[in-house]
């Protein structure tokens, strides 16, 4: 009877500590939750302040900077769904004024088809789904005609360049990040326009690209999309290939497409086969020859940060986990992660930080996954870390070496769009976003299925 008792004490002590726990955690996330609201803010305020109008802050000259010399509003297009997400709607509001009524496409100028796709077509439909504002839709379908162009190759892989007022386009040497990552913001268009054009020629660029692997399932570095022939056989995940991969299971993710599935489904067993890499005792993923299979190089960096979010994603947490692990102890390294590191002697190899979200992006979706403490620990480090060496008088600022931490003029909009957005996801409310309704495009831009 006393045992029996004893053992009823015990468990509700157990079951009172847990819940205190769970409440204390909650408390704390909302805590840094506000905290990251507050820096987004201090980012955003200076760019009103300093940029307003144009692409981006330049937080260190208190200047701005527009990418083509005329703005396409790179900054509150990719801010938009940021302010919308912490309901800073008064910010939220100024944002989509000055977007609808001052943005226009109709400029003499070679833009990137890859950049203006992933940010700003991605930020204005994302922008639509979540105000119903039309203008913005409208805005994006004008865009999306002015790109068409690009897909003009012979092979239909998308030249690097098009002029958005004449449709000239230029630079044929591209890559598969940027033939690859086009069909969720060109195929939510085609979906929410009922004009499928779009849908098919961005189809046909990630088809294309797949079709030109390797025997070994691989793909390299650079392509001619006029001859389709690869220009560097170098494969990895690394930047230049890395959201070609991220579009494969999202674009089945969103629209069902068993393609794409199929595509994913007959790449990623070559990529683990091939690039990661073991040999230190940790799980990296590093460089190989499309061809042999041979390892090229045994670097890893920022950008391959995503790879963890893209893997709990597609159901393989173990492995997101383990590769988690070394990015953050990459990070770790200096209190803010290299551009390229070389795992294996642990040099870093390129020592700019240009406010990457990569790591963060991963963080979120690991404790999305597993629920787990240590993934929001995770993510107060980094963000800590953040704040203490990129946070300057006006802004934030990207370092050009975060080992002597000496920053550097510029605040990329994907600071805005991601970065925040990912650290604020973390630790927002319960409700802040339903992850499970959306699929984010490579820019942080949440695409909901409402077709
Ligand atoms: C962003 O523009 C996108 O996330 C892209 O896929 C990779 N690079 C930047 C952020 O680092």
């Keep these: 009877m006393i045992a029996k008792t004893s053992a009823v004490v015990a468990i509700s002590l157990l079951l009172t500590f847990s819940a205190c726990n769970k409440s204390r ?40 900077h527009d990418w083509y010399g ?10 938009l769904d940021t302010l919308i997400l912490m309901k800073l709607d008064a910010e939220a509001d100024k944002a989509r004024a000055l977007i609808t009524t001052e943005l226009s496409f109709d400029h003499d100028i070679y833009v990137k088809n890859f950049e203006i796709t992933i940010r700003l077509l991605g930020g204005l439909l994302s922008g639509y789904q979540l105000t119903g504002d039309k203008r913005l839709l409208t805005l994006a379908e004008d865009l999306g005609n002015r790109l068409l162009p690009a897909f003009n190759s012979p092979t239909g892989l998308p030249y690097v360049y098009v002029n958005l007022r004449t449709g000239q386009v230029r630079d044929p040497v591209s890559n598969p990040a940027e033939t690859g990552t086009l069909l969720l913001e060109f195929g939510a268009m085609s979906k929410l326009t009922g004009n499928p054009v779009f849908y098919d020629k961005a189809k046909r660029a990630l088809v294309e690209t797949y079709r ?3 025997p070994l399932g691989l793909v390299g570095s650079s392509i001619n999309v006029e001859t389709g022939a690869w220009t560097d056989n170098d494969s990895h995940i690394s930047g230049g290939i890395d959201s070609y991969y991220e579009y494969l299971w999202k674009c089945w993710l969103l629209f069902g497409d068993k393609e794409c599935l199929e595509m994913w489904n007959t790449s990623i067993p070559a990529v683990h086969k091939y690039l990661a890499d073991e040999s230190t005792g940790a799980l990296w993923y590093g460089h190989a020859d499309m061809l042999t ?11 391959d940060a995503f790879f963890p979010a893209l893997l709990a994603l597609a159901g393989d947490v ?21 551009e390229v590191l070389d795992y294996q002697t642990m040099q870093v190899k390129a020592a700019t930080y240009h406010l990457r979200p990569e790591i963060v992006e991963s ?14 620990q995770m993510g107060e480090k980094i963000f800590n870390d953040f704040v203490k060496h990129c946070r300057v008088e006006s802004g934030y600022a990207a370092l050009k070496n975060m080992v002597t931490k000496e920053k550097q003029d510029e605040m990329e909009s994907f600071a805005l769009a991601e970065t925040f957005k990912y650290f604020y996801l973390l630790f927002a409310p319960a409700g802040t976003l339903d992850f499970d309704k959306v699929v984010f495009n490579t820019e942080a831009h949440p695409l909901r299925r409402t077709w």
């Design 25 to 64: 955690d909650g408390a704390h996330a909302r805590e840094v939750a506000e905290r990251v609201k507050t820096e987004l803010l201090h980012a955003w305020n200076n760019y009103k302040r300093y940029a307003w109008g144009h692409d981006a802050l330049k937080p260190l000259s208190k200047g701005a």
């Design 70 to 79: 005329q703005s396409l509003l790179m900054t509150p297009v990719d801010a």
């Design 212 to 214: 030109r692997r390797s």
């Design 293 to 303: 299979g041979q390892r090229s190089d045994t670097t890893y960096g920022a950008l």
């Design 318 to 338: 173990p492995r997101a986990r383990r590769l988690q692990a070394s990015s953050f102890k990459m990070w770790n390294l200096h209190e803010i992660e290299p």
């Design 363 to 376: 963080t979120y979706y690991l404790h999305y996954y597993t629920k787990e403490r240590e993934y929001r």
